[in-house]
Every structure is written in structure tokens, then in C-alpha cells.
């Protein structure tokens, strides 16, 4: 299959011609990778359960874990549900266009595969000019899970997803490097306290400002512990080699990398700027100050894509402060290490 680049002059346009073309083949049981203020998605029509089929080919994602669904207006969360309890209006009022998909029970419209037999279904509506008008262009709602290979990094620009998809997908949408950089925050609106089964852009600090109570999903910190989100528990956003996470005090983190070094690795290191001034070493990758994990955030996946393992043998990072966004970065690198290094 040939895949299609589109940089839309009107990204904002539904009527922009690359829009309108990529709305026709998603509504011809095509799947096009497009844009959002997170990742990169990779969309299909969500009430089409061969266009959906096409999304877990492409990725190679297993079948039993769920895909969201995008929309661009409430509406069309009420033809997808069967209910929205009134913390449900109150989240989407306050954070919606955003990085937060919020899990309701399903009412069986969506493509069964959508939900990978759940009765629950998550939804969201994205924070992207281009996102929004392919929505309106194609009037249907849009699953649309990371646009990456599964395991890998998700994409924050359309060369990631170059890189992962070409030849598996119709089209790509060009609509440059993304804002946030992780996955939205995927919130449990179907218990009474709500609870937090991945967190990602929306913080639990912005959650707590409407919400008297917010649950974190018990198995983000437990590793025995079966997550309530089936994606959780698979092996995610891995780099091309093996990814160690370093504890402990800045003078541990380089004394490692020297250790490791003698052992004979070829060593990438994914670091705070910060960090970066101390070590007199070849590869490094900085990802923003450690001061502003937005800005870690927003650089995290391009840093972990990087490394080639023709180059290095091992990647090291740091471990970031898990206070706003910095709990979704550290969870995403908790994720994708392999081994973690810490002070005896
Ligand atoms: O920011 C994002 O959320 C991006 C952009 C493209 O919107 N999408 C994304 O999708 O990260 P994906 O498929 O990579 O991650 C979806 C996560 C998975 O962990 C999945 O298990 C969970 O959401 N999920 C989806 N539906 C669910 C449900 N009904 N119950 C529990 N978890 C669900
Ligand atoms: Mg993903």
C-alpha cells in the first residue's frame, strides 16, 4: 500500500482538499494517522468494525486492548453511551478539548473491537486544529489509538509515524511536532470515586481542582497488581536498546555511566540538561529542564526514538520528579526500562 503525506495548507478547514481527502478514505474503511495535542493517532471510522480491524493490523496491537474514541462534539458521546454521569459533564466542561479520555459505559454502538469486549468504552475530544476539522470533515467519531508500531514510542511528529507505518497505512497527516508530547490521562468515570488508570496530560493536581476525590488505579505502583486498563500491562514506548533507569544522586548517575563504560557498553544517555553540564560524554540526548517536565514530556518520546542500537548497546536516564506531569513521564520510562539501577 502506497501511504499518502499531507500537509494541510487550512488545518483548521474541514474543507482544506488534504482534510477532505482524508476524511474520504476514512470513510471508506481506511485508516490515516493524523495529529492531536498529544501524540499522533491512528484513526478509523469507531462504528466500522473492518476499518477498526485494519488499526490492530497495522500497529500489530493485540486484539484485547481497547482503542479510544475521538470526537468533536458532546453529541457524539451521547450516541456512544449509555449514560454520562454528571462528573462525566463536569470533566469534559472543564478539560475537554484536552488531553483526557474519560471512560464511560459503552451503550455497544462502537465497532465491538473498539472496546475489545469491555462494556466500557473511553472517549475523548482532542486539543488540535487539524484533529478537530478531520472530525467535522468526516462527521463519524474516530478511533484512534498512538500511531506508533506497537511497543515502540508513541510518534510526536509524522516522520515517527513514517518511520513506523509507511506502507501499512492509507495517509499521514502532517501537522508538525505535537504539544504535550504523552498520552492523555485515562480516568475511570464508572465508580464513584473516579480513578486514574494512566496518567498523562490532564494532572491529577487539575483533576483535584473539580473533584473532591480522585483514585490512582492501584497497579501504576504495583507491578503484581493486574491493571484496570488492559494496555498497561503490556511492554511500551521501548527504544531500540535496552533502557536503564539510574536512582539516586547525580554523582551515582555518573559514576554508573563510567562503570558501564569500562564494562565495555556503548552507552546513550537520555538526560536533564541539568544533568547533561556535568558529564563529559559523547552521546547525549537532553530532554529539557528538569525544572519543567512539560518540557520533558514534550521531548521524552523523540529522545527514546533517537539511539540506534548500530550506535549504543545501552541507553541511561534519570529519574524525574513525579509531581504534575512529571508522574506521566516517569511512568511512560518506568514502562520502557528494562532494569533499574539504584544506590546500594
Ligand atoms: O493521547 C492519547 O490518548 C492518544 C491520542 C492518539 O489520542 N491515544 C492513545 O491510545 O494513547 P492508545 O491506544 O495508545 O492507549 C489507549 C489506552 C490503553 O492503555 C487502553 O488500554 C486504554 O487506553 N483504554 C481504552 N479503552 C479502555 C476502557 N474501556 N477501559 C480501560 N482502559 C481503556
Ligand atoms: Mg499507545
Known amino acids: 500500500m502506497q501511504t499518502r503525506m499531507w500537509k494541510p495548507a487550512e488545518p483548521d478547514n474541514p474543507n482544506d482538499p488534504h482534510v477532505r481527502e ?97 462494556t466500557t468504552i473511553g472517549i475523548r475530544m482532542p486539543d488540535h486544529p487539524l484533529a478537530l476539522s478531520l472530525l467535522k470533515a468526516t462527521e463519524k467519531p474516530l478511533a484512534a489509538p498512538s500511531a506508533n508500531r506497537s511497543g515502540r514510542p508513541s510518534p ?41 488508570l494512566r496518567p498523562g496530560g490532564i494532572t491529577k493536581e487539575q483533576l483535584e481542582t473539580v473533584l473532591p476525590h480522585v483514585a490512582v488505579d492501584p497497579a501504576l505502583a504495583d507491578e503484581n497488581n493486574k491493571p484496570k486498563s488492559p494496555g498497561m500491562k503490556y511492554t511500551h514506548y521501548a527504544p531500540e536498546a535496552p533502557l536503564y533507569l539510574i536512582e539516586g544522586t547525580d554523582e551515582f548517575f555518573l559514576e554508573q555511566v563510567e562503570r558501564l563504560k569500562e564494562e565495555g557498553h556503548r552507552i546513550g544517555v537520555i538526560a536533564s540538561r541539568e544533568l547533561a553540564e556535568q558529564l563529559s560524554h559523547e552521546r547525549i540526548i537532553t530532554c529539557g529542564s528538569r525544572l519543567n517536565m512539560a518540557e520533558v514530556a514534550g521531548q521524552l518520546y523523540h529522545a527514546l526514538r533517537e539511539f540506534k542500537k548500530s550506535e549504543v548497546d545501552i541507553i541511561v536516564t534519570e529519574v524525574f520528579d513525579e509531581s504534575g506531569v512529571g508522574a506521566a513521564v516517569m511512568n511512560r520510562l518506568q514502562k520502557a526500562a528494562v532494569n533499574v539501577i539504584q544506590p546500594s
Open 22 to 118: 482524508a476524511a474520504n478514505l476514512l470513510n471508506h474503511q481506511e485508516v490515516v494517522a493524523f495529529p492531536t495535542e498529544t501524540v499522533y493517532g491512528l484513526g478509523a471510522d469507531a462504528t466500522d468494525e473492518v476499518a477498526v480491524q485494519r488499526i490492530f493490523e497495522a500497529k500489530g496491537r493485540p486484539a484485547d486492548n481497547p482503542l479510544i474514541v475521538h470526537v468533536a462534539t458532546k453529541e457524539q458521546v451521547d450516541r456512544l453511551v449509555s449514560h454520562i454521569p454528571d462528573v462525566a459533564h463536569l470533566l469534559m466542561d472543564t478539560f475537554w478539548p484536552g488531553p483526557l479520555t474519560l471512560i464511560l459505559e459503552s451503550n455497544g454502538e462502537a465497532a465491538k473491537n473498539v472496546t475489545a469486549g469491555l
Open 156 to 196: 510526536t511528529q509524522a516522520l515517527h509515524v513514517k518511520q513506523d507505518l509507511d506502507g501499512r497505512v492509507a495517509g499521514i497527516l502532517d501537522g508538525g511536532t505535537t504539544g504535550v508530547g504523552l498520552e492523555s490521562t485515562v480516568l475511570d468515570c464508572t465508580s464513584n470515586v473516579p480513578v486514574i
